[in-house]
């Protein structure tokens, strides 16, 4: 939800108005602009032209800083993802270790987990 808040406002202006317009969508970066792109693109395919030429080599040398800061943000929020369940059971197990023995589990129960 973090990563794509700037999609809801879009959204919202297109299905109010029933289309988006390019105005709508604002100026992009001009090292996103496709004139640009397809000159880095070319500029590297022709470097390229004589030796051992592939796609994905030269995707990857046009956009290496792309794939890389959604490389770490994927494993970021990967790693938040799988700290949670792993935080809870932490803070459970605080909780009831400060409670008294007669209401041991129930806040295991409370959250909808059950460890017996």
């Known amino acids: 939800?973090?990563?794509?808040?700037?999609?809801?406002?879009?959204?919202?202006?297109?299905?109010?108005?029933?289309?988006?317009?390019?105005?709508?969508?604002?100026?992009?970066?001009?090292f996103d602009r496709p004139s640009q792109v397809s000159f880095i693109f070319n500029l590297l395919w022709k470097s390229r032209y004589k030796?051992?030429?592939?796609?994905?080599?030269?995707?990857?040398?046009?956009?290496?800083r792309t794939f890389w800061g959604c490389g770490l943000v994927l494993l970021i929020a990967s790693l938040a993802n799988f700290m949670v369940p792993v935080s809870l059971s932490a803070l459970l197990d605080c909780i009831a270790d400060i409670d008294d023995d007669k209401h041991d589990g129930e806040y295991y129960q409370l959250f909808g987990l059950d460890y017996g």
């Open 51 to 64: 030796t051992k030429n592939s796609l994905t080599s030269v995707l990857h040398d046009a956009n290496w």
């Open 1 to 30: 939800k973090w990563l794509f808040w700037w999609v809801y406002g879009l959204l919202r202006t297109g299905f109010v108005s029933g289309e988006l317009n390019q105005e709508d969508v604002g100026p992009s970066a001009s």
